[in-house]
């Protein structure tokens, strides 16, 4: 963890924004190029991040800030990190569509939220990333892949939980998470990402459209083998806890427009008709396999890209 992570977190337990930093680990880093910055900025790998207003403990292991409700189980072991199986099978590549309209937002300060394995952090075009997880066996890997960015902040934390300031990003970014999560905690997660943007900032999130059309064509499609059963995306056993029709995000404040999910797209190499078909899904979603819900999005920053 960066020291000047600090500035974006708050206490969960009590709402505190004035937390501070009790290092047991830290190092400067070597490969710093100005003197200035050699001293200022510093990584700190072991030690905790401490609310004085409740006392609570957020611990950081391996660089990463834990910053749950419960930590009791959270030791300073790596077995800490071991994935379960679930984990081990989980891969989210990126949609085209969505990461092309991702590298259009040129910002001070983006939020990803739940961001898995990072398949979008190389999208984000701002100066600072701020990306968290409930997973530390993901973020772990996120800082492998990334390297230790001085520009990108990682934290362990809960999407229903989120520990950061009010008004802290001008991008807010949430892919294939929303349908996680029940129906009543979509509109307060929605509630807390209007909270953490900044004016005139921007929120981009992407579900998977349960259309009637859409339906019938995934099952279709996998009655045809191009999906496995697991990989049929809407079945509630698969974790998916709320459906949404464009009717939905429009409901929760989104623009909607949509475009052709990475599965679909992987399974079916149809090239250039793809293209097309993201063209037919931007304008007409409900035609689309997954939905896009955007806020704050004015047509200067989404030019036409077709
Ligand atoms: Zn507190």
């Known amino acids: ?33 100005s003197p200035e910055q050699k ?42 990190f071991k994935p379960s199986s679930e984990h081990l099978s989980y891969s989210l590549e990126p ?48 800082i492998e892949k990334e390297g230790r960015d001085s520009g990108r902040h990682w934290f362990v934390a809960d999407v229903m939980n989120i520990p950061f300031k009010n008004d802290s990003f001008d991008l807010i970014f949430a892919s294939s998470i929303l349908e996680h999560l029940e129906p009543h905690e979509v509109k307060l997660a929605i509630g807390k990402f209007n909270s953490l943007l900044r004016n005139e900032g921007i929120i981009q999130i992407d579900v998977p459209n349960n259309s009637r059309t859409q339906d019938l064509l995934r099952k279709t499609m996998t009655h045809l083998g191009f999906y496995d059963d697991d990989e049929f995306v809407d079945h509630p056993e698969l974790g998916h806890h ?42 007409l979603p409900s035609l689309a396999g997954t939905l896009i819900g955007l806020k704050g999005v004015t047509n200067r920053e989404v030019p036409n890209d077709h």
């Open 95 to 142: 949609t085209k569509k969505i990461g092309r309209l991702l590298q259009k937002y040129k910002v001070d300060t983006a939020l990803d939220v739940a961001c898995g394995l990072g398949a979008y952090t190389s999208y984000f075009a701002c100066n600072t990333l701020v990306s968290f997880d409930i997973s530390p066996y993901f973020i772990m890997k996120c």
């Open 1 to 33: 963890m960066w020291r000047d992570a600090l500035n974006y977190i708050t206490c969960i337990s009590c709402g505190n924004p004035d937390m501070y930093l009790k290092e047991t680990f830290f190092r400067f880093e070597d490969d710093m190029t």
């Open 242 to 283: 709320s459906l949404f029709l464009r009717k939905d995000l429009e409901k929760l404040g989104f623009d909607v427009h949509g475009c052709i999910g990475w599965v679909t797209r992987q399974k079916l190499p149809l090239g250039v008709l793809w293209e097309f078909y993201d063209l037919i899904g931007w304008y």
């Open 39 to 80: 001293t200022s900025i510093e990584y700190i790998d072991e030690g905790f991040v401490v609310c004085p207003k409740c006392e609570k403990e957020y611990p950081i292991i391996a660089g990463m800030p834990v910053l749950l409700e419960d930590t009791k189980g959270y030791t300073f072991d790596i077995d800490f």
